[in-house]
Every structure is written in C-alpha cells, then in structure tokens.
C-alpha cells in the first residue's frame, strides 16, 4: 500500500524562505533549490510571490476586496522610461531614436524604438492628438486631380521611397519644423 501521509506545504511560504535565505536568486534558481527540497511550484506563483516581497505587498487575504491603486513604476522606486526620452531629447533635439536609445543604453536605461517613437513623434494620448478637419464634400484635396485618390498612379502619391528621403531630409535639416521652415521660405520666393 502506498504512502499517503503528504504533508501539506504553503508554496508562497516556501518562496518567501526560499528568497530570505537566497536574497539574489533568480526564478528558475528557486524552482530548482525548492524542487530539491520536495517543493514543487510554477514559474508564475514565482514570480508573484517575488514581486509582492519587492513591492512590500502583503499576501492576499480571503474575504478582502482588493484595492484599486494604481502605481507607475517611478512611484516604485522605478525609473519613468518616457521622462528619460523627454529629457534625452531636451538635451538632443534632433536626435534619431536609434541615438536616443543608444544613449540612454549608456546610462543603464533600456527603451523601445516603439515607445520612443510615441514620446518623440507624440503618438501616444488619444486627449492630445488633434482631429483633422473634414474637406467639404465634393472638393479635392490640394494637389490632387478631382476623382483620383491619394496614391493612385499619376495622382502625385509619394512612393516609400519618397518618403523615406523625406525623412532623410528631415534628420539633415534638424526635424520636421525646419523642413516646415524651409518649404515656406521655398514658397515666398516663387
């Protein structure tokens, strides 16, 4: 007959001892030095546990609604990522997102192009982004023959390849307000 006296273990527990003995260990190590010990338990039960101990969280009770605070990771103790590229573009005005990154990788601060991109080009809040006026109906856009859409060939669409030089221009010239500047001095002079 087989042993069925298993004695019960409080998993979140056996982590909290786990990490209070082995302050630096990672996940994966305190799956195996538990496992080793007769103590199985996930990667996700891990890494909560961990993460409540670093935030100062107490474990979960039964019955107590959880609250409904919301902190950034700068009121953690973090670091706020998109203050960082606001402040690196502060000092860097016409810096490429590569640069960007590439410069606050040499201050330890790790970033996407992706979140770069919202904070620098400003893609990110929907409250801030400003509607585009409808045309009247019936009337074509500037430069574009009634009846043929954006685009279209013939139409003076921009290809990709227009667009990418563009860009390139845009970078040379210091940013898209000074290509601004440039295209209207262009336009007093005609």
């Given at each position: 007959m087989a042993d069925t006296s298993?004695?019960?273990v409080n998993k979140s527990q056996a982590i909290r001892d786990y990490v209070g003995s082995h302050p630096n260990a990672?996940?994966?190590?305190i799956i195996t030095g538990l496992r080793e010990?007769?103590?199985?338990?996930?990667?996700?039960?891990?890494?909560?546990?961990?993460?409540?101990m670093q935030s100062g969280g107490q474990p979960k009770k039964a019955g107590r609604p959880k609250k409904s605070v919301?902190?950034?990771?700068?009121?953690?103790?973090?670091?706020?990522?998109?203050?960082?590229?606001?402040?690196?573009?502060?000092?860097?005005?016409?810096?490429?997102?590569?640069?960007?990154?590439?410069?606050?990788?040499?201050?330890?601060?790790?970033?996407?192009h992706g979140l770069i991109s919202m904070v620098?080009?400003?893609?990110?809040?929907?409250?801030?982004?400003?509607?585009?006026?409808?045309?009247?109906?019936g009337r074509p856009a500037a430069g574009r023959p009634a009846g043929r859409p954006a685009g279209a060939a013939g139409g003076g669409g921009l290809s990709a390849k227009d667009l990418f030089e563009a860009k390139k221009l845009a970078d040379r010239l210091g940013g898209t307000r000074k290509?601004?500047?440039?295209l209207d001095a262009l336009e007093q002079l005609r």
């Open positions: 298993v004695k019960k990672k996940g994966k190590e010990q007769g103590i199985a338990v996930s990667e996700g039960l891990v890494n909560n546990v961990k993460f409540r919301k902190k950034t990771r700068a009121g953690r103790g973090g670091i706020n990522k998109s203050q960082a590229i606001r402040d690196y573009l502060g000092e860097n005005r016409g810096a490429t997102p590569t640069e960007i990154r590439d410069g606050l990788q040499r201050q330890g601060i790790e970033v996407s620098k080009y400003g893609g990110g809040s929907k409250k801030k982004r400003k509607k585009k006026a409808a045309r009247p109906a290509v601004r500047e440039a």
